[in-house]
């Protein structure tokens, strides 16, 4: 599994269907990211060859959400871990249950052994408010659901969460240093919030325990993806 970053690092979401563009994305992001995040609109145009491009250039984040039946979910971790070019992350929904998440890190461990990805569990995505949420009928707010899911998903094996910038100081005091805790929904001062609605800035994530920040449009939106990162980085604290 990769390190754990010295302090917190990026990773840079390469959210585009053209896989030209994503590889020219992270050959200019590469020297200020730890990771590229290929998410499903890339893999849906691309596919696993677009996984292997940008691997060449940094280690790679895949970050396809599953969430099926144990024996498939496990199928498509396996899939992952065998082909030519295997992520460092892959994501799963930690609402799939803790059968899923085992069945997941075992097929892992199986195919690539030590070296396996870290498994990460998505909690509740950055895009949903609480009233949002109780329309699916969870009530009780993203807080709350994100400390559920995250205590099932670390017990079941996942290496790290994904979540909110709003819940990762509670992440940390819940469940301690070992949790990887991986963080979109970050928006440096005066940028836009988009669809995001858990949003904060990389300072603020970071002083709340963060070790992975998500990026995406405030670096693939703008004019030099390459100086938006390396601004990014820089106002990171170390
Ligand atoms: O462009 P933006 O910075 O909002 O991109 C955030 C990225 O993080 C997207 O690729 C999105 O799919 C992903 N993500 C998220 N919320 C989660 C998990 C992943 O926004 N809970």
Do not use: Y
């Amino acid at each position: 599994m990769l390190p754990r970053p010295n302090g917190a690092g990026i990773i840079a979401a390469l959210d585009t269907a053209e896989a030209d563009r994503a590889e020219a994305w992270a050959r200019a992001v590469a020297p200020h990211v730890g990771l590229v995040k290929v998410g499903l609109e890339l893999f849906c145009a691309a596919g696993p060859a677009v996984v292997r491009r940008l691997a060449a250039h940094r280690p790679v984040f895949l970050d396809l959400k599953f969430h099926d039946i144990p024996n498939t979910a496990a199928g498509a971790v396996r899939s992952v871990c065998a082909g030519s070019a295997p992520p460092a992350m892959l994501t799963l929904h930690g609402g799939g249950g803790a059968a899923m998440i085992e069945a997941a890190r075992r097929a892992a461990e199986e195919a690539a052994g030590p070296a396996r990805p870290a498994i990460l569990a998505v909690t509740v995505l950055t895009s949903f408010t609480a009233a949002a949420l109780a329309e699916t009928g969870v009530s009780g707010g993203p807080t709350q659901q994100v400390l559920r899911l995250a205590r099932l998903a670390l017990e079941a094996g996942a290496d790290g969460l994904v979540c909110s910038p709003q819940e990762v100081g509670r992440l940390r005091d819940a469940f301690g240093a070992a949790p990887l805790l991986v963080v979109p929904g970050i928006r440096p001062a005066g940028s836009a919030v988009g669809d995001q609605a858990r949003v904060a800035t990389p300072e603020e994530a970071v002083a709340a325990g963060a070790d992975w920040l998500v990026v995406g449009r405030p670096i693939t939106g703008a004019a030099e993806p390459g100086a938006a990162a390396a601004a990014i980085a820089a106002s990171l604290p170390r």
